[in-house]
């Protein structure tokens, strides 16, 4: 339903700056005629015509998304909670503008709804990376670990059986390590990384 709105919406904005015929906008957004020709009319689009039974605004929802996509391109993806929570303060924020506090309240699918009114987003599963593990992760920090390693074999003329491997791995306490975040659809299951300030547990093995 939300793409075609989109591509009735597209046809309209075509329309008016090419003049191009409804048959022809039909065919080239598969849109039929006599729904181009009622929006046309004034006729509203059917997210348009809900807008004021929603307790956030259009404009409020594009924030939002953009807010989940500039997250997610930083390495931060919101965890659903935190989608949620930004969602009722605006909501609250809308409330208090418009001295109505039936409009503070949020559904209990409102998330549900807002991930299916914009399918650019999707709600997936993130892995947890450390901070300093993700601004490590690349290529010329790496070389110089190993430049470094090969100078102290060398150096003191170590064994394989002299060198041990340690393994470090963090648990942020309150935070499973598999929750859901919201990111781009599309693509694949996000690293989240770690704020840097969230307290931990750190279990060490040796061998």
């Known amino acids: 339903m939300a793409a075609n709105e989109d591509n009735t919406a597209a046809a ?3 329309r008016e700056r090419e003049g191009t015929s409804f048959r022809m906008l039909a065919l080239l957004f598969n849109v039929p005629c006599s729904t181009l020709a009622d929006h046309a009319r004034g006729g509203l689009l059917r997210k348009e015509s809900h807008v004021h039974q929603q307790r ?84 010329p920090t790496l070389q110089d670990y190993f430049r470094k390693l090969q100078g102290l074999v060398r150096k003191y003329n170590l064994k394989p059986e002299d060198i041990f491997h340690m393994n470090e791995k963090g648990f942020i306490i309150g935070r499973s390590s598999r929750a859901k975040v919201v990111c781009r659809a599309g693509h694949r299951p996000p690293r989240v990384t770690q704020d840097g300030i969230s307290e931990m547990l750190t279990v060490v093995e040796c061998c």
């Open 12 to 14: 309209l904005v075509h």
């Open 56 to 139: 956030l605004t259009l404009a409020m929802e594009k924030a939002l998304q953009d807010w989940c996509k500039q997250l997610d391109d930083w390495g931060f993806p919101p965890w659903m909670d935190l989608l949620l929570a930004m969602a009722k303060a605006l909501a609250q924020q809308r409330a208090d503008g418009e001295e109505d506090s039936i409009l503070a309240g949020l559904g209990k699918r409102w998330l549900g709804n807002f991930l299916k009114h914009h399918p650019e987003l999707a709600a997936k599963y993130g892995t947890q990376l450390d901070c300093q593990r993700a601004y490590a992760s690349h290529l």
